[in-house]
């Protein structure tokens, strides 16, 4: 189905869902009983998995724009480049940590110095740390977290059958060996996957994105494949770039792995009142508190 024609059918199944039963009074719809049914969640997924663009789902929803749904109103004038100012009104932003964490790395004192590779400062770069993403989500909706980390039933079902490959293979590395460790406490730990990519582009040049989410659960990228952060180019060499990338990377999921705010940072530098005065005051606490009803919950993961 044609991209135009996939969003349009979402948004068609919506409308017939809220008004499948009403009947005309002059010009006017009456509503029917409401619907579960999201046409911004559909309007949106169509988006993240591909088969919209941004400004195909806004002519869409400018034509929706007579339901008086303010969300959708205000998504109606977003264009491509403008989609995260959208993002940032909504009520789910919340779930997302407070601010950025920003770190120091090698960068390229100019764009035109690429080339040559000799001019070079310390610079501020930033991302959105694992460990702060999984406990501000875990905070704002257990539902919303059981839905992008897993379930107890799914994180189960992944372990099983980790541990079932782990007996089935003669020599599967020591990531087998640590899922069937991990095994012994099904529906408690996360299974971390990791993707790295350059394919984005920014201004005719390649970005290479960092992103991580859960493997235990069959989402689309747009749910399932969480930003950790992105480097341009023109930014800083790509070897260096990138260990200075995976080494706050690494110390998140540490971080992670053992379910407490960490007392330091990437390169063991203590928070304090003058460094990350904010997490100073959350260092070692634990990430997750209280723990999610109904659901043992724990930090520990596995990266693969």
């Known amino acids: 189905m044609p991209p135009r024609q996939h969003a349009a059918a979402a948004a068609d199944a919506w409308a017939r869902e809220r008004y499948g039963s009403a009947k005309r009074t002059g010009r006017r719809l009456r509503p029917a009983a409401a619907s579960d049914l999201d046409v911004t969640e559909a309007l949106l997924a169509s988006i993240g998995e591909g088969d919209s663009s941004v400004a195909q789902v806004a002519k869409l929803a400018r034509t929706l724009g007579r339901l008086h749904d303010p969300t959708i109103a205000q998504l109606a004038g977003v264009r491509e480049r403008d989609l995260h100012k959208w993002c940032a009104k909504q009520p789910w932003r919340q779930s997302l940590p407070a601010e950025l964490y920003a770190f120091s790395m090698q960068k390229f004192t100019a764009a035109s110095d690429r080339d040559c590779g000799t001019a070079?400062?310390?610079?501020?770069?930033?991302?959105?740390?694992?460990?702060?993403?999984?406990?501000?989500?875990?905070?704002?909706?257990?539902?919303?977290?059981?839905?992008?980390?897993?379930?107890?039933?799914?994180?189960?079902?992944?372990?099983?059958?980790?541990?079932?490959?782990?007996?089935?293979?003669?020599?599967?590395?020591?990531?087998?060996?640590?899922?069937?460790?991990?095994?012994?406490?099904?529906?408690?730990?996360?299974?971390?996957?990791?993707h790295g990519d350059d394919a984005g582009g920014h201004a005719n040049e390649k970005v290479t994105v960092v992103t991580w989410g859960s493997v235990a659960v069959a989402r689309s990228t747009l749910d399932s494949r969480f930003v950790f952060t992105m480097l341009k180019g023109s930014e800083a060499p790509a070897e260096a770039g990138l260990r200075s990338i995976l080494r706050v990377l690494a110390w998140s999921l540490n971080a992670l792995a053992e379910g407490t705010w960490p007392a330091a940072d990437e390169s063991g530098r203590p928070f304090d009142a003058n460094h990350h005065p904010g997490r100073a005051k959350l260092a070692g606490r634990p990430l997750v508190q209280p723990a999610i009803p109904g659901e043992p919950l724990s930090t520990n993961l596995l990266t693969i």
């Open 120 to 194: 070079m400062a310390v610079g501020v770069h930033y991302c959105i740390l694992p460990h702060e993403l999984f406990a501000s989500v875990a905070a704002y909706s257990a539902e919303l977290w059981q839905f992008l980390f897993g379930n107890a039933a799914e994180l189960k079902e992944w372990w099983q059958s980790a541990a079932e490959r782990a007996r089935s293979t003669a020599d599967g590395g020591p990531w087998c060996t640590a899922a069937a460790d991990c095994s012994s406490g099904l529906g408690h730990c996360v299974p971390i996957g990791i």
